[in-house]
């Protein structure tokens, strides 16, 4: 049960695009398309932004968007914004039936 | 509209037992999977247990399992978690969690989270 691998930090400028990844192995992100990333704000719950790799809950900004390759998800938020600077989690279905997070990322706004 | 309210959490010494409630409202408890979900502060998301809509299936994180117990009372539209042996690693504040339905992944509502602290 190893946390998936997110990168500590990136960074974009207001109107960029940035990525950030979510390694995994083949026993959670890569076998299964059960992939979900959260946004949060310092003392806030998280939120729901992808799910199943690459779709949006209503209410979701189009310009967040997910991917995968192999055994490496990503999470793509274009047009940066002030308010998209938060923390950012992916999590995965596991093939023993559990449930994995990544260590986190944290997206700074320059 | 869902809501999640979580409440139990408190302070509790090494070796100590808490049980955390999560009350559900604004939607059909019974159809959905729940999750507990815990952040230590300043760190990141750790799921801890899941338990099936029935309360028949429940999976834990290897590092509670034979300490915690995950169980759900859809009469009244409630989930609970009870803490046996508690360590400083848990302190943290935990979460419950609604799991979208059917062949889908995400978790589309959780609650506002409540602090669990285990010290001397």
């Known amino acids: 049960q190893s946390a998936l691998t997110q990168p500590a930090s990136v960074s974009g400028s207001p109107g960029q695009s940035i990525t950030m990844s979510c390694t995994g192995t083949s026993s959670d992100v890569g076998g299964y398309n059960y992939v979900s990333w959260y946004q949060q704000h310092p003392g806030n719950a998280p939120k729901l932004m992808i799910y199943?790799?690459?779709n949006r809950p209503s209410g979701v900004s189009n310009r967040f968007s997910g991917s995968k390759s192999g055994n490496t998800a990503s999470l793509t938020i274009s047009g940066l914004q002030a308010e998209d600077e938060a923390d950012y989690y992916c999590s995965s279905y596991t093939s023993i039936n559990t449930r994995v997070f990544g260590g986190g990322t944290k997206l700074t706004v320059l | 509209q869902e809501q999640l309210v979580e409440s139990g959490g408190g302070l509790v010494k090494p070796g100590g037992s808490l049980r955390l409630s999560c009350a559900a409202s604004g939607f059909t408890f019974s159809d959905y999977y729940m999750s507990w979900i815990r952040q230590a502060p300043g760190k990141g998301l750790e799921w801890v247990s899941y338990i099936s809509s029935s309360g028949n299936t429940i999976y834990y994180v290897d590092s509670v399992k034979g300490r915690f117990t995950i169980s759900r009372d859809n009469a009244k539209s409630s989930m609970y978690l009870q803490m046996n042996s508690l360590r400083g690693e848990d302190t943290a504040v935990y979460y419950c969690?609604?799991?979208?339905?059917?062949?889908?992944?995400?978790?589309?509502?959780w609650g506002q989270g409540i602090l669990v602290t285990v010290s001397p």
């Open positions: 969690a609604r799991e979208r339905r059917g062949y889908s992944y995400g978790y589309e509502y």
């Open positions: 199943d790799v690459s």
